[in-house]
């Protein structure tokens, strides 16, 4: 079966991207692709889907897997300051202690319920929010300002109400958080960890 073609600008590669990996998931219910830090661009097959579907949606998201292969790229050529052991030992036993109960507290003023909430190291999200009302948010949201900290946890929230990025969704958080593009601006200058998706 013929691979999807990739549409490159000059600036965005200089080489032919990687040929994706299909890989079934029984539990999926879409189609997913996503990219990793290493370039590897893996698409998920839900049980009733097929290959030649899974080629279709590919060649659909070309133009965003483009921006994340740049990405990876640009961010494994740039030097990482590493932090000490310790220190990222007591952040996150900090994120631990404070990001649930603010989670919590904006959950209960907007009338969500949340199932459960857990602290991570997510590589390219700052936080996750899954069907079922569980929450996955990024340890090192303590480490920025926090009307920025609290956007993010608002966008989580407001999967609750939709589970998309439609402009339905936007409005929910324009609603709820006015500040949001001026903390997406924030998070996309001075982080290197993509901001909440």
Not at 37 to 55: E, Q
Not at 108 to 117: C, K
Not at 133 to 148: A, C, H, I, Q, Y
């Amino acid at each position: 079966m013929k691979q999807p073609a990739f549409a490159f600008d000059a600036h965005v590669a200089l080489q032919e991207p990687p040929a994706p990996v299909f890989v079934r998931n029984p539990r999926a219910r879409r189609y997913v692709v996503r990219v990793s830090a290493d370039g590897v661009v893996r698409v998920t097959i839900p049980i009733r889907g097929s290959k030649r579907r899974a080629i279709e949606f590919v060649e659909r998201q070309r133009t965003w897997i483009a921006a994340q292969l740049e990405r990876a790229e640009r961010e494994r050529a740039q030097p990482r300051n590493v932090m000490p052991p310790e220190m990222v030992t007591a952040l996150r036993a900090q994120a631990k202690r404070d990001l649930p109960p603010r989670l919590l507290e904006l959950a209960a003023q907007f009338g969500l319920t949340v199932s459960r909430v857990t602290i991570r190291s997510q590589r390219w999200r700052w936080g996750s929010c899954s069907r079922t009302g569980r929450v996955s948010l990024n340890w090192r949201l303590v480490t920025m300002p926090d009307w920025v900290r609290d956007y993010v946890l608002i966008h989580e929230l407001m999967h609750l109400k939709r589970m998309d990025h439609s402009p339905k969704f936007w409005a929910l958080v324009a609603e709820a958080c006015p500040n949001y593009e001026e903390a997406r601006a924030w998070l996309t200058k001075f982080k290197t960890v993509h901001p909440a998706a």
